[in-house]
């Protein structure tokens, strides 16, 4: 019978057009790089490094019935597959196992099916939770010793104590270590001496794979899971408005940290990321939770809108992208945020937590970055677009089904992360209420398509509102997302105090203070506030704005290295008395002036630490008007990204053209050469063929070479050597004359007759 690798070499060449397309559809490491001919093909479908990604490829049901033809063995019965899936179900395990003979994990011989000779290496020793078979183990223990009947036997007459033993390795782990204690190691050696265990080591025994299958009733799993569970679903309401204002605030998040890293960037750490409190301090900025604000960071890095600035002392800062993404349409905005997050490999959710052998993950650090997490949110969004729209699939049975697609994953892994990508694709509007949006169908379909993902989402966020609602008590609510000068103008003049469907803010002192110190006069601040509210301004916000701005700029400072000058003299004579103020080394020059040597920008954040309102005075006595800073991290310069040749139909479809040519010349080769006169010539070392032509040389008969021209051609040519030296060889052709041959261009030779 040929053997295993010969024989996959054979099915496969003997595979249609369509099904040599399936396979490499089915694994695409396959074409890349393009194999020379079917053969080649065939060999590379038979490595363990193609087979491992296979395997780890295939849901729970493809393996449980891999794992069942690997333990009956080759060219098994169907009865005897079925007998150990412990089903009925034929049709389904006759799908299955095409599926398997599609992707080249299963052979078909004459005799029946066959498994890849690397598939159990794969699969490992403990196959379904099983030993080894007794003639690994135990290669002179008799066959009897691995026969049903037998083991039932012993089996019948084992203690309770044994069968016990016995029955906590049967559905696995298959080994276990011997016990010191003398009454269980009585036990063991017990079931040692009636092969029901076998030594594998001095303290280590192992459960052979008859026994085990006895013992679990010729069953070979627990359970049979050839099927997908149910995903239980619930119909919700309103997901895309829902999603839509979800997508919204995320636009607000990501507005707010650009805003704050602008004007304070936080520092690179010397490993890369943000440091813990930086994060905190973006949380507290963004009225967010830690886990909430690393997503929203990590989304932003990840669309190109934050980036390490590349400086002596680097910090993260927004890039020159921001101030395009900031003025594009809002649909669009987002689908660059989505599609970022959705092809992104980073994983927000790692954050915090401690990684092998460091301290605690950091945002935007390399200890996030995890590429597994890129197809874990396409299957999470592709079992989400399997449900009826407008049902909300329960969580529980949505992991259970996504454990099933990915058995060879982490149960834990596999569960945190999909309960993060349900969770941040809730944040960023992919989801609504639970169930996917109208948008998140979109990203799904057409993931190199921003117009068709920003159209889908345009749809249904909310639209941008022109006024406010000012209170008496000081607030002021948005009742949705404000146009962008009425936006930028309550950031500044007030604080954000909640979020939702409307954002609530207030009116404080400081915020006040913060428009004087922009430029902003209170008549102007009042008129503003004015016309944009749909409610009267009350009286007390009046007062607020008077009452600030009769005390700014009382106090004025400017460069000598700087004075404090003040028309009030008592306000002088308490910055002279203040201790906390005694670093400044004031020091008056006339009843109004005070002298520091401080620089002016100090001046002014000291002194308005300490309760004084001072305004910042230029040369020319008028107020140098405090400006938001926007620190920019500069662009770098990208080279060319990898160019990817997708494995698709048509590619794949030229692909085994090519196959079929080279394997239809190779054909040919092979019958010219058979039609050749001489023996077929081997290729071999040059070593080797040297050593055989002065043996020629020496014996004084003749060799057939492979000869290869200057255009590549090899041709056959029986000489006798003469004189082999200085790399070529001189002998006498079949017709007698006299040639030189170099070394270098013989292929092979082989001794005439």
């Known amino acids: 019978m040929a053997t295993p690798s010969r024989s996959l070499a054979d099915d496969i060449r003997g595979r249609s057009d369509a099904e040599l397309i399936d396979l490499v559809l089915a694994r695409p490491d396959l074409a890349r790089p393009a194999p020379a001919d079917l053969t080649s093909l065939a060999a590379r479908a038979g490595t363990r490094a193609s087979v491992q990604r296979a395997v780890e490829a295939l849901d729970r049901g493809h393996l449980q019935v891999l794992e069942a033809v690997v333990v009956a063995g080759d060219a098994a019965e169907r009865g005897d597959l079925l007998r150990l899936l412990g089903t009925d179900d034929g049709a389904t395990v006759e799908t299955i196992l095409e599926d398997l003979r599609r992707c080249a994990l299963l052979w078909r011989g004459p005799d ?421 509210s749909r409610t009267p301004v009350p009286q007390p916000l009046e007062y607020l704005v008077l009452d600030v701005a009769r005390k700014h700029g009382q106090t004025r400072i400017g460069g000598a290295s700087a004075y404090v000058r003040s028309d009030d003299e008592a306000v002088l004579d308490t910055m002279l008395a203040s201790r906390d103020l005694a670093p400044l080394r004031l020091r008056r020059l006339a009843p109004t002036v005070l002298v520091s040597s401080a620089d002016p920008r100090v001046l002014v954040d000291l002194l308005r630490d300490n309760g004084f309102a001072p305004v910042h005075e230029g040369q020319d006595g008028s107020v140098v008007h405090a400006e938001t800073p926007r620190r920019r991290a500069g662009t770098r310069r990208r080279g060319p990204g990898p160019t990817v040749s997708p494995v698709d139909r048509p590619s794949t479809q030229t692909l085994v053209d090519g196959l079929r040519a080279a394997e239809a010349t190779a054909d040919q080769r092979r019958a010219d050469d058979d039609a050749r006169p001489g023996p077929r010539i081997q290729t071999m070392d040059p070593v080797v063929t040297l050593s055989l032509l002065r043996d020629a040389v020496a014996d004084r008969h003749g060799v057939w070479i492979g000869y290869s021209d200057g255009h590549g051609a090899t041709s056959r040519h029986l000489i006798h050597p003469q004189k082999v030296e200085g790399g070529r060889v001189r002998a006498t052709d079949e017709s007698g004359h006299e040639k030189s041959y170099s070394v270098h261009r013989i292929t092979g030779a082989t001794v005439e007759g």
């Open 112 to 532: 029946g099916d066959h498994v890849v000779r690397t598939v159990p290496e794969v699969l490992g020793t403990s196959v379904a939770g099983l030993g080894a078979p007794m003639r690994e183990l135990r290669p002179s223990s008799p066959p009897e010793h691995a026969d049903p009947g037998h083991i039932r036997a012993a089996l019948a007459e084992a203690p309770d104590d044994s069968r016990a033993m016995l029955e906590r390795m049967t559905w696995g782990p298959a080994f276990g270590v011997l016990p010191t204690a003398a009454p269980a190691r009585t036990t063991a050696r017990w079931l040692l001496e009636r092969h029901l265990l076998v030594p594998v080591s001095a303290d280590r025994v192992a459960l052979p794979r008859e026994v085990g299958l006895v013992l679990r009733d010729g069953q070979l799993h627990r359970s049979v899971e050839l099927t997908p569970p149910a995903v239980a679903t619930r119909p919700v309401s309103l997901v895309d408005a829902a999603a839509g204002g979800a997508a919204s605030e995320c636009l607000t998040h990501v507005d707010e940290l650009a805003a704050a890293w602008g004007a304070d960037p936080p520092r690179v750490l010397r490993a890369g990321g943000l440091a813990v409190r930086d994060l905190r301090t973006t949380a507290s900025a963004l009225d967010l939770d830690s886990v909430h604000a690393a997503f929203v960071v990590e989304v932003t890095y990840a669309a190109g809108l934050v980036a390490d600035d590349g400086e002596v002392v680097p910090v993260w800062a927004p890039t020159s992208e921001i101030d395009e993404w900031s003025s594009s349409e809002a649909g669009h905005r987002w689908a660059a945020l989505a599609l970022a997050w959705f092809g992104s490999t980073r994983a927000p959710h790692l954050v915090g937590h401690r990684s092998t052998g460091t301290g605690p993950a950091n945002a935007l650090g390399p200890d996030a970055q995890w590429p597994a997490i890129r197809s874990i949110r396409r299957e999470v969004l592709r079992e989400l677009a399997s449900v009826e729209p407008g049902h909300a699939p329960d969580p529980a049975s949505l992991r259970a089904r996504l454990a099933w697609r990915r058995p060879n994953r982490s149960a834990a892994v596999l569960e945190e992360a999909v309960e993060a990508v349900l969770r941040e694709a809730e944040w960023l509007g992919v989801t609504g209420r639970g169930a996917l949006s109208e948008a998140g169908r979109a990203l799904l379909g057409a993931p190199h398509s921003p117009d068709e993902v920003a159209a889908a989402v345009s749809a249904h966020l909310p639209s941008p509102v022109d006024h406010i609602l000012v209170q008496a008590d000081l607030t002021a609510v948005a009742p949705g997302p404000l146009v962008g000068g009425l936006g930028s103008f309550m950031r500044l003049a007030a604080d954000v105090e909640s979020r939702g469907g409307a954002t609530v803010y207030r009116f404080t002192p400081e915020s006040v203070r913060r428009a004087l110190d922009a430029g902003w006069t209170a008549a102007d601040f009042t008129d503003t506030v004015r016309r944009s």
